[in-house]
């Protein structure tokens, strides 16, 4: 059995495991005799990573009623899909409603405000490598109202040129450190997706992102200025440490990620705690009780800049 619990974020792999609720905890089975014992409490998000993993619908319901998100990995896994509540908030019909009434302009405005936190994270991860990132922002002075001149592709594309090199190019279907990536983005997307859910918003309204076949597109978008945070630790895992293999270890990495210490310019504080503040300022800008959407300027992780 693997299993491990770290960050609050619990994952579940191995072969032929039952899971059930019990009082105030989830039972691990296997043929018959538990194996393990998680508390409701200690769980952010749980991912399913197993083969023949069965579990009890009365556990569903608890995982929904407790606003924990369920992801689903396939064969090769990789997360395919994820089960998120909807009745989370005493707010929520009303947080919808003026989340779906949403107008155009706001919409464009609150992408630009994603678009520039997103690179000026690229920017500041490449400034801690001592590579080139003067260009990323002179790239945020040229953001316009839903990026209309998409300078978010442009900032991508000279980004991994310089974080991986010129040959490197993004593929989510690919290995190595594409792999890395994958995984360590969908642990941010889960908390992401528990944070707006917790604060009566709607993941499949996005900002930005509207593929119909994306049930979080809002995820999708509020997600862009915290991946940085996942590549710094695939450029480490892989230029400076040699590692191809997303193992348990490295797994149990990016889910630490969420509770590292960073520095805002206002606190010392975790990017899953600013992930909460930026889902509950985005219900205010909707509900029309605040202008700004809080996507603060991260200094980057302590352990890696060493402070």
Avoid at 7 to 26: C, T, W
Avoid at 222 to 232: N, Y
Avoid at 236 to 250: S, V
Wanted: net charge neutral.
């Amino acid at each position: 059995m693997k299993t491990y619990n770290c960050g609050r974020i619990v994952e579940i792999s191995g072969l032929k495991y039952f899971l059930k609720k019990e009082r105030g905890s989830m039972g691990v089975y296997r043929d018959g005799e538990k194996v393990a014992s998680v508390a409701f409490d200690d769980i952010q998000a749980i991912i399913f990573n197993a083969y023949d993993l069965c579990y009890s619908h009365n556990l569903l319901n608890e995982f929904a009623e407790r606003k924990i998100p369920v992801v689903f990995c396939n064969e090769k896994h990789i997360p395919v899909s994820m089960i998120l509540p909807f009745d989370s908030y005493f707010h929520q019909s009303r947080r919808i409603m003026c989340q779906a009434q949403t107008k155009i302009p706001l919409n464009k405005q609150l992408w630009k405000t994603i678009v520039s936190a997103k690179l000026t994270q690229q920017a500041y991860t490449l400034e801690l490598l001592g590579k080139g990132h003067k260009y990323l922002l002179e790239l945020v002075k040229e953001v316009k109202s839903g990026d209309s001149t998409n300078c978010e592709a442009q900032g991508a594309k000279y980004y991994f040129s310089e974080l991986f090199g010129s040959d490197f190019k993004r593929d989510r279907n690919e290995p190595g450190v594409n792999g890395l990536m994958n995984y360590g983005y969908i642990v941010f997307r889960s908390a992401i997706a528990r944070a707006t859910v917790s604060y009566g918003l709607n993941p499949s309204i996005g900002i930005r992102h509207c593929n119909p076949n994306n049930p979080m597109p809002l995820v999708d978008d509020l997600i862009e200025p915290f991946r940085p945070f996942v590549d710094m630790e695939v450029y480490k895992m892989f230029i400076e440490e040699g590692q191809f293999e997303l193992d348990t270890e490295n797994k149990t990495r990016f889910v630490g990620l969420l509770n590292q210490s960073i520095k805002t310019e206002e606190i010392t504080t975790t990017p899953n705690q600013v992930m909460h503040k930026t889902a509950a300022s985005l219900g205010s800008v909707y509900d029309g009780t605040s202008k700004k959407l809080y996507l603060p300027v991260m200094a980057y992780l302590n352990s890696y800049s060493g402070n």
